[in-house]
């Protein structure tokens, strides 16, 4: 597929010490003894399955940690089933590395996925007298579990491994451990059907087919395995060879989202469709990349917008920086509604555009970007990774090199940014106020840029609302001004790798999506900001082979 060969998706995962880990373990797990809130029992299964992961991917025998995973899965949200896991508990802490890499669960984060979704469309099928359930690393290490405690529940006997597919993400492969092959001939001798389990597919399919693929090389029959995921799945768009006929041959089980269950009735957002609902009538729509916008309703009286910001400790990272910028005056009131699902109060105005940057405007701008280098910063530095980024996008579409030098995008105070700095996002009310939406994910999501330099924000207002010469140098002064930080000498680079980041996103999100009215709007952005590095960098960018 044209356009999916481009760096637009970062590695999220984070490094911490085997200490810090087992010490936020206990702390999550402490939490679920106290009241009936079930919302520490499912963070606690959440940080639990990424222990679990984490020593499994470290190549460790993790049978400790998948119990406690067992163990949470099968309390869930069941106040009367809870127990004490400090026995458990001691031995994943024994058992964890000295340096422990913690992969985010991007459909508890991102995509409005439920622990209880699996649980509910696993007990629900009937998977013959016993099951083998296999999960992909990483998330599938929580959705096995689930899956596993669903059908115990209902008396079928169920037992669980995790694997991890190698290899290029559209052309996986799955290699079974001397211990993965025994339980497999086991469970091929108990007459068991195999149920694999993941988030997804993605645009592939890969992780999925290496998985059942592997199985048939085991010796276990298509007609006993089953894929279950959480997306209605055209095998004839996957992106990875000969997908149809291979993905034909296993059976296809889509686990229903009770988020979509509980806000179903109200007014869709999500998928672009808040253009229509929040736009001008006959406005230019901005575009967007449908399929991954997050889940957002529109509440019956109006007032409220839901949206999904994330289950367990990424979800509340979000809501603390929608709190703050509520608190500064930036943006609307929030307030948890529950299952990773945030109530934004609904800010009512007139959405701005390019011909608003005023001298009143771009100071309320760098005002916004003074408060966030300040509050949101962080530890860790994505430098390397944006370089990465830029450099790899830039040749596959000019075929030349960036002109970026080494380290230029390092910084040595990274913050969480706002990543989405265009004119629409901004909302100027009856009274003139003008509120900031949409501020709290795109900056810690699973696209670039991650923590950054605040330069990233500064250089995402220059592009998206178009400035040059004075209206610059008079946003950057006001910037300047409220900081003491003067991002000149930095900026010419960050200028560069967002447009770069941004012209590859329109370029890959055109290819992916289905929508063709989206594709158009996709592809004159693409145009739009590659028209910028041609034009504004121009010879600084490119450096002819």
């Keep these: 597929m044209a356009g999916t060969n481009l760096l637009v998706f970062r590695d999220n995962a984070s490094q911490i010490t085997g200490r810090k880990l087992g010490e936020r373990l206990i702390d999550a797990v402490d939490k679920t003894a106290r009241g009936n809130d079930p919302e520490p029992m499912l963070n606690a299964l959440l940080l639990a399955g990424q222990a679990e992961c984490a020593i499994a991917d470290s190549g460790v025998a993790d049978d400790a940690a998948r119990s406690l995973t067992d163990a949470l899965a099968m309390a869930g949200d069941l106040v009367e089933a809870r127990e004490d896991f400090s026995g458990l508990l001691r031995k994943v802490a024994i058992g964890l590395p000295e340096l422990v890499r913690l992969s985010r669960f991007e459909g508890f984060a991102y995509y409005a996925l439920h622990p209880m979704d699996f649980a509910e469309a696993a007990g629900a099928e009937s998977h013959g007298s016993s099951v083998a359930v296999i999960g992909i690393r990483s998330i599938g290490s929580v959705l096995s579990a689930m899956a596993v405690a669903a059908l115990k529940k209902r008396g079928t006997p169920a037992t669980r491994i995790t694997v991890r597919p190698a290899g290029h993400p559209y052309d996986r492969y799955t290699q079974f451990t001397e211990s993965q092959a025994h339980w497999l001939e086991q469970e091929k001798q108990r007459g068991s059907s ?25 010796g276990i029959n298509c007609d006993r395995i089953t894929l279950m995921g959480t997306r209605e799945v055209d095998p004839e768009r996957l992106c990875t060879t000969n997908a149809a006929r291979r993905w034909k041959q296993f059976r296809w089980l889509k686990a229903s989202s009770r988020i979509w269950e509980q806000y179903g009735g109200m007014s869709v957002l999500h998928g672009g469709a808040w253009r229509e609902t929040l736009l001008a ?5 901005p575009p967007c990349w449908p399929e991954m916008e997050r889940v957002k309703f529109l509440a019956p009286d109006g007032r409220s917008v839901f949206k999904f910001d994330g289950l367990g400790d990424s979800g509340e990272r979000v809501r603390e920086r929608s709190n703050a910028i509520w608190e500064r005056g930036f943006g609307p009131k929030t307030e948890y509604a529950g299952d990773g699902m945030t109530a934004y109060e609904f800010v009512s105005g007139t959405p701005l555009d390019r011909s608003y940057p005023s001298a009143e405007m771009l100071g309320r701008i760098a005002e916004y970007c003074a408060f966030r280098a300040t509050e949101f910063r962080t530890d860790n530095d994505s430098g390397d990774l944006l370089d990465q980024m830029a450099s790899f996008n830039f040749l596959q579409e000019f075929g030349a090199e960036a002109n970026l030098a080494v380290g230029s995008l390092r910084t040595a105070t990274p913050i969480i940014g706002d990543g989405r700095m265009q004119p629409h996002e901004w909302i100027q009310g009856s009274d003139g106020r003008v509120r900031k939406v949409d501020a709290s994910t795109h900056g810690d999501d699973h696209f670039f840029p991650g923590p950054t330099d605040i330069a990233w924000d500064l250089a995402g207002t220059i592009v998206e609302w178009d400035l040059s010469g004075d209206a610059e140098t008079h946003f950057v002064e006001k910037y300047r001004e409220r900081t003491g930080d003067d991002p000149s000498a930095r900026l010419p680079q960050f200028l560069l790798a967002y447009s770069v980041f941004r ?5 890959m999100a055109s290819a992916a999506t289905q929508n063709r009215a989206e594709k158009a709007r996709l592809d004159r952005a693409y145009r739009f900001y590659r028209n910028r590095i041609e034009t504004s960098c121009g010879a600084a960018a490119i450096s002819r082979s």
């Design 194 to 218: 195999f149920l694999v389990v993941d988030e997804g597919p993605g645009l592939s399919g890969s992780s999925f087919l290496s998985v059942a693929e592997a199985l048939v090389r085991s």
């Design 503 to 507: 012209m590859a996103y329109c370029k």
């Design 281 to 285: 009538p006959g406005s230019e729509w």
